[in-house]
Antibody, heavy 116, light 110 residues
Framework: QVQLQESGPGLVKPSETLSLSCTVS????????WTWIRQTPGKRLEWIGC???????EYNPSLKSRVTISVDTSKNQFSLNLRSVTAADTAVYFC??????????WGQGNLVTVSS | QSALTQPASVSGSPGQSITISCSGT?????????VSWFQQYPGKAPKLMIF???KRPSGVSDRFSGSKSGSTASLTISGLQAEDEADYFC??????????FGGGTKLTVL
């Protein structure tokens, strides 16, 4: 059974960098594609980006200038860095596996609040 | 890219069938057969119910089915059960090499 677990701070100050990690068990991170999705307090889902097993990353055009997704095969983890955050980045951040054009396994979510 | 359009709420009685629509454009729903549907309970992560417009992941009940016509996709739940009461979201691949989601539909089982 594939399982994902997000970890990271629940509070980030405006203008700083939001950093989250997702630890994967039950699957090799180097053999699949991995994605970050967030859900705003109003319940809107927003795709942030994806790291593909061929080394390519794709990002939401609206966030592309501030986002980096990276993979650490030694830890079977992938990470999200979102720079220069504002209150609009307050959301629950989910990591998920992208498999055969579906997001089939999800973490439980990590609430991140941007506030001073 | 704009979010896909879903009705805010739908309702039905146990045993009935309901359909949730998801409207997009030729740049997303209408241009690709990469439409997914998700079920979400309060405080939980979304669960994949349908992918590639009409395919069900292993373990998902065959009471859930998906379809698409033009730039509008639909999720139909037949034989409605109390446990189906949840939020439902659609998502589609887009011409910007990204994914876009709908605003979500709250299903109430009367």
């Amino acid at each position: 059974q594939v399982q994902l677990q997000e970890s990271g701070p629940g509070l980030v100050k405006p203008s700083e960098t939001l950093s989250l990690s997702c630890t994967v068990s039950g699957d090799s991170i180097s053999g699949s594609d991995w994605t970050w999705i967030r859900q705003t307090p109003g319940k809107r889902l927003e795709w942030i980006g994806c790291a593909f097993d061929n080394g390519v990353t794709e990002y939401n055009p609206s966030l592309k200038s501030r986002v980096t997704i990276s993979v650490d095969t030694s830890k079977n983890q992938f990470s999200l860095n979102l720079r220069s955050v504002t209150a609009a980045d307050t959301a629950v951040y989910f990591c998920a596996r992208y498999h055969q054009r579906g997001f089939d396994y999800w973490g439980q979510g990590n609430l991140v609040t941007v506030s001073s | 890219q704009s979010a896909l359009t879903q009705p805010a709420s739908v309702s039905g009685s146990p045993g009935q069938s309901i359909t949730i629509s998801c409207s997009g454009t030729r740049s997303d729903v209408g241009g690709y057969n990469f439409v997914s549907w998700f079920q979400q309970y309060p405080g939980k992560a979304p669960k994949l119910m349908i992918f590639d417009v009409n395919k069900r992941p292993s373990g998902v009940s065959d009471r859930f089915s998906g379809s698409k016509s033009g730039s509008t996709a639909s999720l139909t739940i037949s034989g409605l059960q109390a446990e189906d009461e949840a939020d439902y979201f659609c998502g589609s691949y887009t011409s910007s090499y990204s994914w876009v989601f709908g605003g979500g539909t709250k299903l109430t089982v009367l």
